[in-house]
C-alpha cells in the first residue's frame, strides 16, 4: 500500500486489533491508489479565461543531489570503484539499499530541537535522472504528539493524516484532542471573526466546525470529500467533491455556516486533490495540486487573474499579500516564497530539510511574527522556524503525517 495522503478515492471499513485503548474499534481509512504520476500541464482541464498563465522556472538542487550521491557511492560497500554508468544503473536498480542510507543520511543532516532527531521517515526514494522521488508506506496508528522549544503566543491546530487525529495544541500540552471517528484528518482552519475551528475528515465526507471558547460541536456538514478547508469573510471554503462525485473531479464550494447551506461554487469538477487555499484582499488562491498548478481567483471581480505552473504537487499556501505567495512544493520538499508581481522565486527553505512539507503559514502577528509554521508531514513533526537562518523555535514531534497546522491567536493565549 502506498501513500494515503496523495489520493483516497473511496471509504473502506478496516477491522483489526490495536492496543488496549483503542481495542476493537473499528478503523476507517479509505485506501490509496497506485502511486501514479501527477498529470503533466497539458493534461489538465483547462481554466478558461485566465488572464495570466506563467510557467515558473524554480530552482533545483544540483549540489545537494550531487552530494548525496557522493555520500551514497562512499559509504555503501562496493561503490567505490564503480564508473559513473555503473553507479547510474545501481541507483535505479536498487532503490530499498539506497533509500535505507538516504533515510538515516537525512535524519542525520535535519536540524531538530531534538538530539537525536525525531524526524525520520522510512520513504522508498526513486532516482530519475538527477532528481529524486519518493513513496511511502501508509500505516495508520495515533501517537502522542510531543513539544519542545519557546513559549509561543498562539496556539496550533493540527489535521494528522496516518495519526488519525485532530489537535489543538498550547506550547507543551495537547489541549484539545478529536479522534472519536478512528480515520485521518485531511484539513484543518480557524475562523478568528467567529472563533470557529472546523476539521476536515474526508474519509467521511464529513466536516465538524466547533466553537474555540467551549469546545461545542456547532455544525456537521456531510456529503462532502473535503482535502482543503478555509474560513473567510465568515464563510467556509471547501476544496474536495460531493459524495456522489469523483476526486478528480472536484470543485471549490462556498459554505454559508449561518445559513447552513453551500452558496456558491467555482471552477466545477476541473480540479483534482485540492490542498492549499488562502485568501488576501479578495485575492483566492487555490493548490490544484495533481495538476501541479495554483489558481489565483478574484472573488470581488470574478476573474481568474493567473495560473501558475511548474511546482510538482503543491500542496499548503499562504497567501500574505497580493504579490506574494508561500507554497509547500511538496514533491521537491521545498517551501519557497513566490514573487508574484516579477514572476519568480525570492526564497526557498534549505535543501534536505524538510520531507515532502504538506502545509505551511506565516505567523502575522505578535512576538514571533514573520516565523513561519510549517507542516513538515513525512518528518512526522511541525516546526515555528526563522526562514532566513533556519532556526527553529518550537518543534512538535511524532504527530504522525501532519497535513496542515495552523496557528490561532486568542486573549488567552497571549
Keep these: 500500500m502506498t501513500r494515503q495522503k496523495k489520493m483516497l478515492f473511496s471509504v ?86 539506497t533509500s535505507d542510507f538516504i533515510n538515516t543520511y537525512l535524519a542525520q543532516q535535519t536540524v531538530s530541537l531534538y ?17 529524486l522521488d519518493f513513496n511511502t508506506t501508509a500505516e495508520y496508528y495515533p501517537a502522542q504528539p510531543d513539544c519542545k522549544g519557546d513559549k509561543l503566543d498562539f496556539e496550533i491546530l493540527a489535521a494528522s493524516n496516518f495519526g488519525l487525529r485532530g489537535y489543538c495544541i498550547r506550547n507543551d500540552s495537547v489541549i484539545r484532542e478529536f479522534g472519536e471517528y478512528n480515520t485521518a484528518y485531511f484539513s484543518t482552519c480557524y475562523d478568528p471573526q467567529n472563533d470557529l475551528v472546523a476539521f476536515a475528515i474526508r474519509g467521511l465526507f464529513r466536516i465538524d466546525i466547533y466553537n474555540r471558547s467551549d469546545w461545542s460541536l456547532v455544525r456537521s456538514i456531510d456529503n462532502i470529500a473535503a482535502s482543503s478547508i478555509e474560513f473567510y469573510r465568515g464563510d467556509l471554503f471547501i476544496g474536495g467533491y460531493k459524495k456522489d462525485g469523483e476526486w478528480f473531479k472536484s470543485s471549490i464550494f462556498q459554505y454559508s455556516v449561518d445559513k447552513g447551506e453551500v452558496t456558491n461554487e467555482f471552477f466545477s469538477t476541473l ?47 499562504h497567501l ?18 513566490i514573487d508574484l508581481a516579477r514572476m519568480r522565486e525570492i526564497w526557498k527553505s534549505p535543501a534536505g530539510q524538510l520531507k515532502a512539507p504538506c502545509s505551511i503559514h506565516q505567523v502575522q502577528q505578535g512576538k514571533w511574527m514573520g516565523m513561519l509554521l510549517i507542516s513538515d508531514t513525512d518528518n512526522n513533526r511541525m516546526i515555528v522556524v526563522e526562514p532566513e537562518t533556519w532556526k527553529i523555535i518550537y518543534e512538535v514531534a511524532s504527530i504522525r503525517g501532519v497535513l496542515k497546522s495552523v496557528p490561532i491567536f486568542r486573549s488567552d493565549t497571549r
Design 12 to 97: 473502506v471499513t478496516l477491522v483489526f486489533a490495536v492496543s488496549a485503548v483503542l481495542a476493537s474499534v473499528p478503523l476507517l481509512i479509505p485506501p490509496t491508489d497506485t502511486e501514479s504520476e501527477p498529470h503533466a500541464a497539458s493534461e489538465a482541464p483547462p481554466i478558461e479565461n485566465v488572464e495570466n498563465e506563467t510557467q515558473l522556472v524554480l530552482s533545483e538542487d544540483e549540489e545537494f543531489m550531487q552530494n548525496l550521491k557522493q555520500q551514497i557511492r562512499s559509504n555503501v560497500a562496493g561503490l567505490e570503484k564503480m564508473d559513473d554508468q555503473q553507479f547510474e544503473q545501481f541507483l535505479h536498480e536498487n532503490h530499498k539499499v
Design 115 to 131: 538530539s537525536p532527531s525525531r524526524a525520520k521517515t522510512s520513504l522508498n526514494y526513486t532516482f530519475d535522472s538527477n532528481k
Design 271 to 317: 480540479l483534482a486533490d485540492v490542498r492549499g487555499l488562502s485568501f488576501h484582499d479578495g485575492l483566492m488562491a487555490i493548490s490544484d495540486s495533481y495538476h501541479n498548478r495554483i489558481i489565483m481567483h478574484d472573488l470581488n471581480s470574478g476573474k481568474t487573474r493567473l495560473l501558475l505552473k511548474g511546482f510538482y504537487y503543491p500542496n499548503g499556501i
Design 320 to 337: 500574505i499579500s497580493r504579490d506574494r505567495i508561500y507554497v509547500a512544493d511538496e514533491h521537491h520538499h521545498h517551501i519557497r516564497l
